[in-house]
């Protein structure tokens, strides 16, 4: 698969998770949230809620912030990959290394170390054939 058509993967990966922390923003939608929370607090426990406003106006920048993230990826690939493949790709994956780093050493230091493995397996996926430069 070509680094170009993998961008689209990469961008439903990273914006897929936009639309489900949004639902966490209004009690009555906030159980795929608060279950995602709970599988990446690992194990399943229940303990992560939804209750606090402040945990839903997380959600919502959460949410926000990934959604629009996905969306930049999918439009670099559309838009920009044909005039710069590489610089693209450096970007991408640039954006996921920080993301990877920073959402895995807060886990950790939130006292949620099982999140970083699940941090490994988006990693992989989302990066997948971009480790290697374009053609």
Known sequence: MSHKSYLKFTAIVVGSFGPI???GTM???SEPA???LDLLSWPIDGIQNYEAPTTRFLSALTG?????WGVMIWLLQKWVYDAAPEGVRKAAVGG????FCL?????????????????????????GPMWRPSN
């Open 27 to 29: 009690l009555a939608t």
């Open 21 to 23: 922390f949004f639902l």
């Open 64 to 68: 926000g912030f990934l959604f629009g």
């Open 96 to 99: 996921v290394l920080a993301w």
């Open 34 to 36: 608060r279950w995602s």
């Open 103 to 127: 959402d895995s050493a807060g886990s950790l230091a939130s006292g949620n170390p099982s999140n970083v493995f699940f941090n490994v397996i988006v990693l992989l996926l989302a990066i």
